[in-house]
């Protein structure tokens, strides 16, 4: 029965990630299409983020405010 459960919350977990990815598609689509930002502006950003520790990243975000 266990086993069961782990399959079902793995379902559940592909079916979040599939929507949060389409979510962010989405909004990355709409920002490129007004002109507000560029494919190669994403590109750059996800390139320092991942670069970053989670600590680093925490660090900027508090900078900002």
Known sequence: ????DIISQL???KEIDYRNTLAIASIIE???D???I???DIAIKA???DS???EEIK???TKRY
């Open 11 to 13: 379902s559940d977990l």
């Open 30 to 32: 709409v920002l490129v």
């Open 47 to 49: 390139k320092q983020l």
């Open 59 to 61: 660090v900027m975000r």
């Open 1 to 4: 029965m266990n086993d069961i």
């Open 52 to 54: 970053m520790s989670a």
């Open 34 to 36: 007004k002109g507000i």
């Open 38 to 40: 560029n494919r190669n």
